[in-house]
T-cell receptor
Framework: NAGVTQTPKFQVLKTGQSMTLQCAQDMNHNSMYWYRQDPGMGLRLIYYSASEGTTDKGEVPNGYNVSRLNKREFSLRLESAAPSQTSVYFC????????????FGPGTRLTVL | KNQVEQSPQSLIILEGKNCTLQCNYTVSPFSNLRWYKQDTGRGPVSLTIMTFSENTKSNGRYTATLDADTKQSSLHITASQLSDSASYICVVSVNKLIFGAGTRLAVHP
């Protein structure tokens, strides 16, 4: 089992460009999450999907959109990237809900110039 | 003010020594408290999970303790190894996960 995989691993964008971060899990988990991690701060939840077909905003959703493509895949889209979105992005999955253990992907390091 | 505060921010110890990392939280009650290890360039990996009623949980050389009265948790690492160099993140679970900023540990030979 690969667990949670993310692509790409690194990305550099110019302000205003768009891109989609991909995430897939092979653990048959119902819930998936997108976080961002900034220096000196804890991980912050951007969006989550409690189950296939549903998505909800987290703590910092502005500037992002998500798509739960199927049970395995959950993508994060930046429509018009801004320097404030420079961060490391982690995807995670869990069996059910927020109180269960979450398994994290390796992260995507995004720089917006 | 963060609901989960960790100290110290960073720590350097020599290989073979023990160390203790601290986590203070204001969230109460909660479902569980977790400690994650995050190697550089990797995602966090769970070390221990304790419910509100548990006092201690071990995973090899890692021992987590929880004091619900003082709202403190600690992670004790015994006989440190170079591979213990990482960030250690305290996470409190209510209806969502609340992450501390982490303690960055460096183990030197």
């Amino acid at each position: 089992n690969a667990g949670v995989t993310q692509t790409p691993k690194f990305q550099v964008l110019k302000t205003g460009q768009s891109m989609t971060l991909q995430c897939a899990q092979d653990m048959n988990h119902n819930s998936m999450y997108w976080y961002r991690q900034d220096p000196g701060m804890g991980l912050r939840l951007i969006y989550y999907s409690a189950s296939e077909g549903t998505t909800d905003k987290g703590e910092v959703p502005n500037g992002y959109n998500v798509s739960r493509l199927n049970k395995r895949e959950f993508s994060l889209r930046l429509e018009s990237a801004a320097p404030s979105q420079t961060s490391v992005y982690f995807c995670a999955s869990s069996e059910e809900g927020g109180v269960n253990e979450q398994f994290f992907g390796p992260g995507t390091r995004l720089t917006v110039l | 003010k963060n609901q989960v505060e960790q100290s110290p921010q960073s720590l350097i110890i020599l290989e073979g020594k023990n160390c203790t990392l601290q986590c203070n939280y204001t969230v109460s009650p909660f479902s569980n408290l977790r400690w994650y290890k995050q190697d550089t360039g990797r995602g966090p990996v769970s070390l221990t999970i304790m419910t509100f009623s548990e006092n201690t949980k071990s995973n090899g050389r890692y021992t987590a303790t929880l004091d619900a009265d003082t709202k403190q948790s600690s992670l004790h690492i015994t006989a440190s190894q170079l591979s213990d160099s990482a960030s250690y993140i305290c996470v409190v679970s209510v209806n969502k996960l609340i992450f501390g900023a982490g303690t960055r540990l460096a183990v030197h030979p």
